[in-house]
Antibody, heavy 120, light 107 residues
Framework: QVQLVQSGSELKKPGASVKVSCKAS????????INWVRQAPGEGLEWMGW????????AYAQGFTGRFVFSLDTSVSTAYMQISSLKAEDTAIYYC?????????????WGQGTVVTVSS | DIQMTQSPSTLSASVGDRVTITCRASQSISTWLAWYQQKPGKAPNLLIY???SLESGVPSRFSGSGSGTEFTLTISSLQPDDFATYYC?????????FGQGTKLEIK
């Protein structure tokens, strides 16, 4: 069955970097792009952008440029989301999502979420 | 950017009720709209895509309608498992945007 398994929770200090992984299984990795979604504590969902798993080309939503980088390692069917120069307001749950019958949805398959906490 | 506005923000209802959640787009998005359900501590779950197509495995009490700028998600007869937060999501010009969410609470 299709699964997206994300890396574990992270506690980082302001100014540090974090890299979250999203390992796909149960389907051909290059079939679907990988989307990233942020959910701050008690808040709604924000689409951060996506990465094309065929070309490796990322696209970032407004507000997620500069410090955010999406990448791939297709040899291990894994996508990565890195945040540099972390700020307290980056504290959130980060989800990867993929797949489904329509490319106009973020995905039917979701990772379990990775909690990133930024605190001194 | 296209803005999505959901109403109401919170909805109190009882098991067996019929409920409707509305999502309005700031400009026309044809039928490029999806609905998700999210329960506390869990990832979102896709319910509806292309405004009215039911995702595989989703109970038929969920339905979606609309086109252009106004869309609705209807739950025909609320079940205890349906109390959750619901989000609409639009797709336009290779960009996605979520609504702010509607929390469905037990009355």
């Amino acid at each position: 069955q299709v699964q997206l398994v994300q890396s574990g929770s992270e506690l980082k200090k302001p100014g540090a970097s974090v890299k979250v992984s999203c390992k796909a299984s149960g389907y051909t990795f290059t079939t679907y792009g990988i989307n990233w979604v942020r959910q701050a504590p008690g808040e709604g969902l924000e689409w951060m952008g996506w990465i094309n798993t065929n070309t490796g080309n990322p696209a970032y939503a407004q507000g997620f440029t500069g410090r955010f980088v999406f990448s791939l390692d297709t040899s291990v069917s894994t996508a990565y989301m890195q945040i540099s120069s972390l700020k307290a307001e980056d504290t959130a749950i980060y989800y990867c999502a993929s797949g489904g019958v329509s490319a106009t949805t973020i995905g039917v398959y979701w990772g379990q979420g990775t909690v990133v906490t930024v605190s001194s | 950017d296209i803005q999505m506005t959901q109403s109401p923000s919170t909805l109190s209802a009882s098991v067996g009720d019929r409920v409707t959640i509305t999502c309005r787009a700031s400009q026309s998005i044809s039928t490029w709209l999806a609905w998700y359900q999210q329960k506390p501590g869990k990832a979102p779950n896709l319910l509806i895509y292309k405004a009215s197509s039911l995702e595989s495995g989703v109970p038929s009490r969920f339905s979606g309608s609309g086109s252009g700028t106004e869309f609705t998600l209807t739950i025909s007869s609320l079940q205890p498992d349906d109390f959750a937060t619901y989000y609409c999501q639009q797709y336009s010009s290779n960009l996605y945007t979520f609504g702010q969410g509607t929390k469905l609470e037990i009355k």
